[in-house]
């Protein structure tokens, strides 16, 4: 099993933590810019709404300016399209030098976060731009491997049933998706490969493990040691998620009725979705994972647990429980998030073929 090795030392965020000065200014008389970075499906909207959004005004008791995300998202997006030209002409690079000297004459912290954009760019743009003046931290959010999948998975084929420009779109079996990322070995935890592009321009890079309760006080407290903010946050009873996927279940079983024989009067994916959900929850009294399933074999999953879990010693070497709260997880996600809906067997279950023949019987 050949997985990427780590390269040089990585530091993780609680040996990053250790290390930090303190709230406003370093050792080496620099302001602070944190810059987390995504990656994508790895709580970026959690943190950008449920920390850096939600308790703004409280960052700003303690010394930080925001930069929005999605002015940052739009500067990536214009140094992505054309780098050279995006410094020497764009409205959106003004924007944030002029954003940059603000925070240098008032003497503000700097805290910002964008997931997008980042693949293509060349970070030595930012390295130059920000270095001499900011003590810059690089933020990487961590999720685990194996629950990244089914992740991305939704976020990329939720709008395929009943696509808004044209025809439907064909969401695949999840089950031959995990086959194909278990297939293909030189595909790299999306965390690892941006903390390995980020580390060679960057000295400060690190890890944030979503995973823990408490993500966005997690956030406000260790990352950024801002005590108004925390304080705020310790006062909350609830942390809100964003942005949480749920399940493909329902589009994939009315894909199936759509490409099947059955003479079904209304083959509209959305429709035949909302009353798949319909019998499956109100009628029958159950959930998406009560569907017959479809999932790895047991050699499928060792590999994909194994792959998992070099990641996490790798990107969490501190970590003395994370092995076992990774493995706990693992266990359950086994027979429901790492499986699918086994489409063929639900049409042919009498009861759901006299249902869809007859909806309002």
């Known amino acids: 099993e050949n997985f990427p090795q780590p390269g040089s030392i990585l530091r993780t965020k609680s040996e990053a933590h250790r290390s930090r000065p303190g709230p406003s200014m370093t050792n ?15 709580a970026s909207t ?3 709404l449920g920390a850096i959004g939600r308790y703004e005004s409280s960052l700003l ?14 500067l990536n997006q214009c140094l992505d399209l054309d780098a050279a030209r995006c410094r020497k002409n764009s409205a959106e690079w003004s924007h944030f030098v002029s954003f940059l000297n603000k925070a240098m004459k008032e003497r503000k912290d700097i805290v910002m976060s964008t997931e997008n954009y980042w693949p293509n ?12 003046h900011f003590d810059v931290t690089i933020v990487v959010s961590y999720r685990r491997f194996f629950e990244y999948w089914p992740s991305i998975y939704f976020q990329r084929y939720r709008f395929h049933c009943g696509f808004t420009r044209g025809k439907d779109r ?9 086959r194909k990322v278990n297939d293909t070995q030189e595909l790299e935890h999306p965390t690892w490969s941006t903390v390995e592009a980020f580390r060679v321009y960057f000295p400060r890079v690190e890890v944030f493990n979503i995973h823990p309760e408490n993500l966005v006080r997690r956030f406000l407290c260790d990352v950024l040691s801002a005590s108004n903010a925390c304080a705020q946050s310790l006062r ?16 994939r079983v009315a894909q199936g009725v759509q490409s099947s024989k059955l003479d079904v009067k209304d083959k509209q994916c959305k429709s035949v979705r909302d009353k798949v959900k319909t019998r499956q929850e109100n009628i029958l009294n159950q959930t998406w994972l009560d569907f017959p399933l479809v999932c790895l074999s047991s050699f499928e999953l060792r590999w994909l647990q194994n792959r998992s879990l070099h990641y996490e010693h790798v990107l969490l070497p501190e970590c003395s429980l994370c092995e076992t709260m990774h493995n706990n997880a693992f266990d359950l ?16 279950e009498e009861g759901w073929r006299d249902y869809f023949l007859n909806p309002d019987a």
């Open 61 to 74: 008791q303690d010394n930080f300016l925001v930069y929005k995300t999605r002015d940052a998202s739009k």
């Open 170 to 178: 064909l969401i695949p079996s999840f089950v031959d998706q995990l």
């Open 236 to 251: 909350e009873e609830k942390e809100s998620h964003y942005n949480q996927g749920t399940t493909l279940f329902y589009d």
């Open 333 to 348: 996600a086994v027979n429901s998030t790492l499986c699918d809906v086994d489409v063929d067997k639900v049409l042919q």
């Open 121 to 132: 760019l060349d970070l030595k743009i930012y390295r130059n731009l920000l270095s001499q």
């Open 46 to 48: 959690s943190i950008q």
């Open 28 to 42: 080496h008389g620099k302001l602070r810019l944190i810059y987390h970075v995504g990656p994508p499906k790895m």
